[in-house]
């Protein structure tokens, strides 16, 4: 009679493998949407600038508002950043076994 326990080696070790792979895929998938999702950032941010200053040539009376509002968009796209990091380290921590660290708790 066979061993149920040999039989169950080579299926446990194909799980294994495949949830390596998985974290793997994840893990790449994750970097380059982040770098994609920064660069398109930097992208708007540049933009911004560019509009900032521009408007600011043709409304000098009032550059602090402008300036508040380039910085308003910036604090947005970073908190868009670390809501998409805190995403990636949620599903990190689930595949590892791990019950996510909630803000504020």
Do not use: C, N, Y
């Not at 600011?56 to 947005?76: F, Y």
């Amino acid at each position: 009679m066979a061993d149920p326990k040999a039989q169950s080696e080579p299926s446990s070790k194909v799980i294994d493998s495949a949830s390596d792979i998985s974290r793997k895929v994840f893990s790449a998938w994750a970097s380059g949407t982040e770098a994609t999702l920064r660069a398109t950032l930097e992208a708007q941010k540049a933009a911004l600038d560019a509009s900032v200053w521009v408007a600011g040539t043709a409304a000098e009376s009032e550059p602090d508002a402008l300036k508040h509002i380039a910085e308003a968009a910036q604090r947005a796209q970073e908190a868009a950043l670390e809501a998409f990091r805190a995403s990636i380290r949620a599903v990190e921590e689930m595949s590892d076994g791990k019950t996510p660290v909630r803000p504020g708790r």
